[in-house]
């Protein structure tokens, strides 16, 4: 019978304002580098594009203390895609060198938690994983 374990968790938080002006100056080429096409489709038309991108990206930074990886060689920033379910909950989906990293590890799953406002966004990751 196999065993639940939490592989690890993680939290973060972001100003709102550092997002929107990092789009701002480097528009696409910073869009492009974090944020998937999914990504991108929901935030962009957004009357609060920034905020919904700041939610996002503190998740991926969340994803990557929860798998204690950092952003690198075993997790990039597209290998992460923060997208919403029907009902509007939150889920990370990776695939790319994160995938095969939870793969390795035996984590089969990452919930996640966003919460976003005026002048942050935060985000919580739970990594879970089976024995």
Known sequence: MKT???HGIGI?????????ESIDRFGDRFIDRIFTAAEKAYCAPMSAAGRHYAARF???E???KALGTGIGADLAWTDMEILRNANGKPGANLTGAGKAF???NGIVEIQISLSHADNHAAA???????D
């Not at 973060?12 to 929107?20: C, L, P, S």
């Not at 919580?124 to 089976?130: H, K, Q």
Request: glycine share 0%.
């Open 4 to 6: 639940m374990r939490i």
């Open 62 to 64: 969340a994803i990557a």
């Open 58 to 60: 503190a998740a991926k």
């Open 124 to 130: 919580n990751a739970i990594a879970i994983a089976y």
């Open 12 to 20: 973060d938080i972001v100003d709102t304002a550092r997002i929107e």
């Open 102 to 104: 939870m793969d390795r």
